[in-house]
């Protein structure tokens, strides 16, 4: 296991740009080649700051008091386990959203997956997918913070280090300080894909059934399923998947769909794909890439990871707390891209020429401005303009202060 006794505190960034940040970092993991390009960026992130300044905006952000998100297996067994109490403190306070339209949630966690179930065609249309998702676990984490008490911010999966032992890793060993482990042996047909045969389906893992292990291991999902991947689980009393379903958490921690979101992949996504568009298709495996073995996209082969009930569906997926690594990763790679040219990319909006995309459901008419769209969480957060959420250096009127190491 490469575990965290090794951990020094590194500069991560002097060097390359010139600011001394000091964070904990495992150094089982050297940096990869999408942590290298971060590196690199800097000196852009901090050149656009100093612009948003000049002009009066970013209020008060800077480099200096920005929130770090950190990647999992980076942080101290303390800083793991106090992330831990806060989740499972989130699982425990009352929900809010109202009974007669969510009879299901049995808690404030619970809140966050009805959310994304009832929104789900205005969180997954191109126009939103991005800047929705940014909002989404910012108001994760905030809860997090405001509700439980925790001190840190939100972690993320590095998908690369997860590529050859997964079971293996701090994030999944199943130990005290980990998101607990694979669901026992429950064999299903896989995870069907848009693409011709043979990749019409990710291969099923050695998962699939419920967690035995772990903080999580006696954790009730209880919303759901609505668009599930494996067997056996019984159905909603509701057809909207919004009744009381409680049942165990379950997983397939699956290698063969995190293999196609490997550091090549990013990199390639990052910095091949200048326009949003472009950016936008690669990140769902649009169009598939000849002769590639793991067409999947990164948004799919990182979802896809945490299979299982409700992790694998799509609707419901929320319901693993694991979801929130995963779209902090996609946050942190879509942040990227756009510091690689901010004037160009911190307004571009998906979805503005081409029609259709990752859209399961209804999506709101855009208005005449599509900066001027209003993200709406429900319950969950006020609604915002979509602008306010595209630059997470001092967006939501200077809230948004955060960076990921």
């Known amino acids: 296991m490469k575990g965290i006794q090794g951990v020094v505190q590194l500069s991560l960034?002097?060097?390359?740009?010139?600011?001394?940040?000091?964070?904990?970092?495992?150094?089982?993991?050297?940096?990869?080649?999408?942590?290298?390009?971060?590196?690199?960026?800097?000196?852009?992130?901090?050149?656009?700051?100093?612009?948003?300044?000049?002009?009066?905006?970013?209020?008060?952000?800077?480099?200096?008091?920005?929130?770090?998100?950190?990647?999992?297996?980076?942080?101290?067994?303390?800083?793991?386990?106090?992330?831990?109490?806060?989740?499972?403190?989130?699982?425990?306070?009352?929900?809010?959203?109202?009974?007669?339209?969510?009879?299901?949630?049995l808690s404030r966690f619970d809140d966050f997956v009805a959310t994304h179930m009832t929104q789900a065609g205005d969180l997954h249309g191109p126009t939103n997918l991005f800047a929705a998702h940014r909002y989404f676990i910012y108001a994760y984490e905030k809860a997090l913070r405001e509700e439980c008490g925790y001190t840190g911010y939100q972690p993320y999966m590095n998908y690369d280090r997860y590529i050859a032992d997964p079971l293996s890793s701090l994030l999944f060993d199943g130990s005290p300080a980990s998101m607990s482990g694979n669901g026992e042996l429950a064999p299903y047909n896989g995870i069907p894909q848009p693409f011709p045969r043979p990749y019409d389906r990710i291969p099923a893992d050695q998962g699939g059934g419920c967690v035995t292990t772990g903080p999580f291991k006696?954790?009730?999902?209880?919303?759901?399923?609505?668009?599930?991947?494996?067997?056996?689980?019984?159905?909603?009393?509701?057809?909207?998947?919004?009744?009381?379903?409680?049942?165990?958490?379950?997983?397939?921690?699956?290698?063969?769909?995190?293999?196609?979101?490997?550091?090549?992949?990013?990199?390639?996504?990052?910095?091949?794909?200048?326009?949003?568009?472009?950016?936008?298709?690669?990140?769902?495996?649009?169009?598939?890439?000849?002769?590639?073995?793991?067409?999947?996209?990164?948004?799919?082969?990182?979802?896809?990871?945490?299979?299982?009930?409700?992790?694998?569906?799509?609707?419901?997926?929320?319901?693993?707390?694991?979801?929130?690594?995963?779209?902090?990763?996609?946050?942190?790679?879509?942040?990227?891209?756009?510091?690689?040219?901010?004037?160009?990319?911190?307004?571009?909006?998906?979805?503005?020429?081409?029609?259709?995309?990752?859209?399961?459901?209804r999506q709101t008419t855009k208005p005449k401005n599509v900066l001027d769209s209003i993200i709406d969480l429900g319950w969950t957060a006020p609604g915002v303009r979509l602008e306010e959420m595209n630059d997470q250096l001092g967006g939501y009127g200077g809230e948004m202060c955060y960076i990921y190491v």
């Not at 656009?48 to 297996?73: I, P, Y």
């Not at 290698?255 to 490997?262: H, I, K, L, P, Q």
């Not at 495996?285 to 799919?300: A, E, F, I, R, T």
């Open 218 to 361: 006696d954790m009730v999902v209880s919303l759901g399923p609505k668009g599930s991947v494996v067997r056996d689980i019984p159905a909603n009393p509701q057809r909207d998947g919004l009744g009381s379903n409680p049942r165990c958490l379950r997983r397939d921690v699956n290698r063969f769909s995190v293999a196609g979101a490997r550091a090549n992949y990013t990199h390639h996504l990052i910095t091949q794909h200048n326009d949003i568009d472009s950016f936008y298709n690669r990140y769902l495996g649009q169009p598939q890439l000849k002769n590639d073995p793991n067409p999947w996209g990164l948004h799919n082969s990182g979802h896809y990871l945490i299979g299982g009930d409700p992790g694998g569906d799509f609707y419901c997926s929320p319901g693993d707390p694991l979801f929130y690594f995963h779209h902090g990763m996609l946050d942190r790679i879509w942040w990227i891209w756009q510091m690689n040219d901010p004037e160009t990319r911190i307004n571009a909006v998906p979805g503005q020429t081409m029609p259709g995309g990752h859209n399961h459901g």
């Open 13 to 105: 960034l002097v060097g390359a740009w010139g600011w001394d940040y000091k964070t904990t970092r495992n150094p089982a993991f050297p940096l990869d080649i999408v942590d290298k390009l971060q590196d690199e960026t800097m000196p852009k992130v901090q050149a656009w700051l100093d612009k948003q300044h000049k002009a009066g905006k970013a209020k008060n952000c800077t480099l200096e008091n920005a929130a770090v998100r950190q990647e999992w297996s980076d942080m101290t067994v303390e800083a793991r386990q106090e992330y831990i109490r806060a989740v499972l403190c989130l699982q425990k306070k009352p929900p809010r959203a109202p009974k007669d339209k969510v009879p299901g949630s």
